[in-house]
């Protein structure tokens, strides 16, 4: 057993977790994770047999951390390690956490091909129907064979066939194919087919590619690279179909778990953008061969492909500093859309593959929310449409076909349970769901890998394989909104601590109370911190959402749709009850998915919608919240359960709210009376008169 850590023990950060703690020196890296609660597989017991125990340190100044991360600081490799190195071989840069033992302060990866319970991608295409106008035509033509008395040359005549046949007038061949042109036609006995690359506003035709004969398959990509998963789709150009799909968690956790983070690497760390850049790339790059692979598709068949992302992931993936987007004014290198060859960014498809990304709508607010906002339309119709895309940097849009605001609001990674003492992402064991009684105040669960709730018969059989081993962010915000509606945290997010005399659930916790979620190992509490940090995370998104509405001159939103793998886990009536968005009716609230998916292949499908997302995009008003004098005022409000001011008279209909119940910081309830407004309450108040 390890003596308890002090403070001038090393600090060790577990991506991508987020879980860190103080650990002696001559600590395995395994124990550690051990005692942190971080999923590292073993099954040789610490032995350097088995190899499942991979780990990598990541080097750097990590500022938001306070961590400055060195292989210095892990010991170097023992007998055993060389041993399994030099018989099962081991990765460049990997170590056997049973064997290296920590020296001094670090960052730790998890890399994800280890784990066994690795994050759940949840990203699967939509079923709607795209109507096809791509960028790419496939043409087949017979070529007119060379003659002595008509000296054209090759080339010349296959134009003037794909003029003759197809229509195609001011045609240009990417140059790669011009010493490639006389052998394809002769292999193909003067018959070929050219895949013709042509935007929606251009009047040129580019053939791109060329083969022999008929070619009558075309494949392309669709792309959400979000800051914690990457979600691809490979779909068939053309009939629209869906090949296949798959995802992975984003690399660049590893340098920082939210985007400001990932800024400040980049500025503490002179090759820190390079070195996210080839993170992402590669990453995609291993979608790409997964979907090909799951799809029967060969690389060189992908001939289009559309991109979207946040401004920082849309910077970093081409290669651009983000540090501009690090502080006001927040400056995008470029906005507008981008159309590029994918081997530009060094994106092995078809040679003459192209790649089109979004135009981002402002510095914090990019091109996936363009791409949501083209999936679901809020400029096509007349209800007052609300889209919200839950993440650490949580992007607002609100508009119907007369306007369009958006912008973006600092959530934090709390709902994806970073910076919460059980949190961790979705992954098999952790719990999704949860239900507390109001008068006994026990929890009943439910994980993902099971179907079973933790109080049926057959529940513990049914996650051996997995444990119970943290909670995700759908079962945080329904944790915390289940507390509220059963009376153990007040309106302010107080543990109420005088029902530890009714429940054993409440335990103290120095100068305030907790509760136990799930005895046993580990154990899972929800601590007042964690409250503040959701409280913090949706007040954020509130306050953000308030000042498009007043931005509006509405006072309610008609619709809202939830965006994003997590949005699709939230329940809507617990996100309203927590006060995550405003009152509305209760069945106009749904999950639409990964519409930022779907809105890229929606631009791959039609290149139509292209033109109009672009033209959408210079229409829509970004709101700087940083800028607002009022954004403080609303973020007080938004902090208590569901708000301190505006009224939910929708969600009071369709729940039961509890009474308003006064609470002191440490968990001492009082009556209702009036009591003393905070600090910020009352320079919110005054801001508002």
Request: with cysteine; net charge neutral; proline share 6%.
């Amino acid at each position: 057993m390890n003596p308890p850590p002090n403070i001038t023990d090393p600090l060790v950060l577990f991506m991508p977790s987020g879980k860190r703690g103080r650990f002696p020196v001559g600590t395995p890296v395994l124990d550690a994770a051990r005692q942190l609660g971080v999923y590292v597989e073993s099954v040789c017991g610490g032995r350097a047999t088995c190899g499942r125990c991979q780990i990598e340190v990541q080097e750097g100044n990590f500022a938001k951390h306070k961590i400055v991360s060195s292989n210095d600081h892990i010991s170097p490799k023992g007998a055993k390690e060389e041993r399994y190195e030099r018989v099962r071989g081991l990765p460049e840069r990997r170590r056997l956490s049973c064997s290296a033992q920590i020296l001094g302060d670090l960052v730790v990866d998890v890399p994800q091909d280890t784990v066994i319970n690795a994050q759940t991608i949840r990203k699967e295409a939509d079923t709607r129907v795209i109507a096809r106008d791509t960028a790419i035509r496939m043409c087949y033509v017979e070529i007119e064979e060379p003659d002595m008395h008509k000296p054209l040359g090759d080339l010349d005549r296959l134009k003037i066939a794909l003029m003759k046949d197809w229509g195609l007038k001011n045609l240009e061949f990417d140059f790669y194919l011009l010493p490639q042109v006389q052998g394809i036609l002769r292999k193909g006995n003067w018959t070929a087919t050219a895949a013709i690359h042509k935007d929606a506003d251009s009047d040129i035709a580019r053939v791109i590619a060329l083969w022999p004969g008929l070619k009558n398959e075309a494949y392309g990509l669709a792309c959400d690279i979000g800051s914690t998963t990457i979600a691809m789709h490979l779909v068939s150009l053309l009939s629209g179909r869906v090949a296949a799909s798959s995802g992975t968690s984003n690399p660049q956790i590893r340098f920082g778990e939210d985007l400001m983070s990932r800024v400040s690497y980049v500025m503490m760390n002179p090759d820190g953008r390079e070195g996210m850049t080839v993170a992402v790339r590669e990453a995609v790059s291993g979608l790409v061969d997964k979907v090909c692979a799951e799809g029967n598709v060969q690389r060189a068949d992908i001939l289009d492909s559309v991109f979207v992302g946040n401004p920082i992931m849309h910077h970093l993936f081409l290669g651009i500093d983000p540090t501009e987007l690090g502080g006001a004014p927040f400056a995008l290198a470029v906005s507008g859309a981008v159309r590029i060859k994918a081997s530009d960014i060094g994106l092995k498809l078809n040679q003459g593959a192209r790649l089109y990304m979004l135009p981002c709508i402002a510095g914090h607010v990019g091109a996936d929310a363009a791409a949501v906002t083209l999936s679901e339309g809020p400029h096509r119709q007349d209800e007052m449409m609300l889209i919200v895309d839950v993440g650490t940097n949580a992007e607002i849009v609100l508009g119907n076909s007369t306007r369009v605001v958006a912008a973006s609001s600092p959530t934090g990674p709390a709902f994806e349970g970073a910076e919460i003492s059980g949190g961790q992402r979705a992954a098999p064991g952790a719990i999704e769901r949860v239900r507390i009684d109001p008068d006994s105040l026990e929890p009943r669960y439910r994980v993902i890998g099971s179907e079973l709730w933790s109080d049926q018969p057959g529940f513990a059989e049914s996650v051996q394989a997995t444990g119970v081993t943290g909670i995700c962010g759908s079962g945080i915000i329904e944790v915390i909104a289940e507390m509220y509606l059963s009376g153990i945290i007040s309106e302010d997010g107080v543990v109420d601590g005088s029902l530890s005399m009714r429940s054993p659930r409440i335990v103290p916790n120095g100068r305030t109370f907790s509760y136990v979620l799930k005895e046993g190992e580990p154990k899972i509490t929800i601590t007042q911190n964690d409250v503040r940090a959701i409280q913090l995370a949706k007040a954020a998104l509130y306050a953000g959402t308030k000042l498009l509405m007043e931005k509006q001159h509405t006072e309610h939103v008609d619709r809202i749709h939830f965006a994003g793998a997590f949005g699709s886990f939230i329940d809507p009536k617990y996100a309203m009850v927590l006060g995550l968005i405003p009152d509305c009716d209760l069945d106009k609230v749904s999950a639409v998915g990964n519409a930022a998916g779907a809105g890229a292949r929606m631009a791959l499908l039609n290149r139509g919608y292209r033109r109009e997302i672009e033209d959408t995009v210079s229409r829509i008003e970004k709101i700087e919240t940083a800028l607002e004098p009022k954004f403080q005022e609303h973020f007080v409000y938004a902090m208590a359960l569901p708000n301190k001011v505006d009224p939910f008279p929708k969600l009071a209909a369709a729940v039961k709210l509890p009474p308003r119940k006064a609470m002191s910081e440490d968990g001492a309830a009082g009556d209702a009376t009036p009591r003393r407004r905070s600090r910020e309450e009352r320079a919110a108040r005054r801001g508002r008169d």
